[in-house]
């Protein structure tokens, strides 16, 4: 469209010289410099109507989409919860993996940018670590729906979708509190650079001061099964007796209850942050250590996110946050919810 406006424009600056240019006495000029203006007048109103007709018409949209961690099966129905919306749509989703490394993430986006995307969903390996790719994609002029977890700086962003983090934390601590009245020692598997897990560790850390409880120890899990289940078998040598253990996530949670059981550990609640299936089927069982999980809808905050994008998209104003339900999914509830997909 702007190159046919442009084209217009040229055209009306050639008819205009060549016209005025050639005249060789006043009435002449004025009679070929009205004759110009007529002809531009004219030009320019088709220049407009073409534009007008242009902007009516649909769009096709790129969009890019990078998560800090695409097996974690918290993102894998997210992902494709956008994917069907963005498909439905007649556009085209282009979706990266950066296995929980922002410089690979960097990198992915850069490769988006080169491939033209119009704009792109994007939750943070690291919310400090992505800045630089924020950079880039504000200079090539590419919005940004950012989603789970916040950038460092969210002026970067056009808006932002995600669970209320702090309360999903707050109400296992609440439960703990409830349960546990006597407090005892625990252990919390966070993980310092992601925002999301760090506000959950925070509303936990809240629900439980001055309840008694004393923190053993607290080290990142880097919200990795396998890493949480590596640091749960070693802590469990010298703090067997923890009376709860919170981890930042789902997957962290079932680390720390691998290593548990490992280590014939009978009597300790563990807690989580997400409601995923494998979570839920725990607490269904009656039988397991896992306790509660502060609930969240992955399929919500996708549907969010894809609503956001395409309002942004067709000019209309956007809020700067559009927070998700959390809540506490316990065994008292969890057929309320289902074990056999996300909430």
């Known amino acids: 469209m702007k190159r046919k406006v442009l084209s217009a424009l040229l055209c009306i600056s050639l008819v205009a010289s060549t016209l005025v240019g050639c005249g060789s006495t006043k009435t002449e000029e004025k009679a070929e410099t009205e004759t110009a203006e007529s002809v531009a007048e004219t030009v ?72 033209g995307i119009d704009a792109i969903f994007l939750n943070p390996a690291e919310a400090e670590g992505i ?24 002026s970067y962003v056009a808006s932002y979708a995600g669970s209320d983090n702090y309360n999903a934390g707050k109400v296992c601590g609440e439960d703990l509190v409830a349960k546990c009245p006597d407090g005892g020692d625990i252990i919390i598997l966070d993980s310092p650079t992601m925002n999301s897990i760090v506000d959950r560790t925070n509303g936990f850390l809240d629900a439980i001061e001055g309840k008694g409880f004393n923190i053993v120890a607290q080290q990142d899990a880097k919200g990795n099964l396998e890493t949480a289940m590596g640091i749960t078998e070693d802590l469990l040598q010298a ?29 300790c609640k563990i807690y989580g942050v997400d409601g995923s299936p494998d979570i839920k089927a725990e607490l269904a069982s009656g039988t397991s ?49 289902g074990t056999d997909g996300w909430q």
Do not use: W
Request: glycine content about 8%; proline content about 4%.
């Open 44 to 115: 320019a109103e088709e220049a407009t109507a073409e534009a007008e007709a242009a902007v009516g018409e649909k769009e096709s949209y790129t969009f890019g989409y990078t998560c800090m961690d695409g097996t974690n099966p918290f993102f894998v129905i997210l992902e494709q919860t956008i994917r069907d919306r963005v498909e439905a749509n007649g556009d085209t989703l282009i979706t990266t993996d950066p296995a929980n490394d922002v410089s690979l993430q960097i990198t992915q986006i850069e490769d988006m940018i080169s491939q």
């Open 131 to 154: 800045l630089p790719a924020l950079d880039e994609l504000k200079a090539a002029g590419i919005p940004i729906i950012n989603f789970d977890t916040e950038v460092a700086d969210l």
């Open 239 to 267: 703090h067997g007796d923890v009376v709860a253990i919170f981890g930042g996530n789902d997957p962290t949670a079932l680390g720390a209850l691998a290593a548990a059981n490992a280590a014939g550990i009978t009597d």
């Open 289 to 337: 250590l896992i306790e509660g999980t502060g609930a969240q809808s992955p399929i919500s905050i996708a549907n969010t996110s894809v609503d956001i994008m395409y309002k942004l998209l067709s000019g209309e104003k956007v809020d700067e946050r559009y927070p998700v339900e959390t809540f506490l999914i316990t065994e008292d509830n969890v057929a309320e919810y």
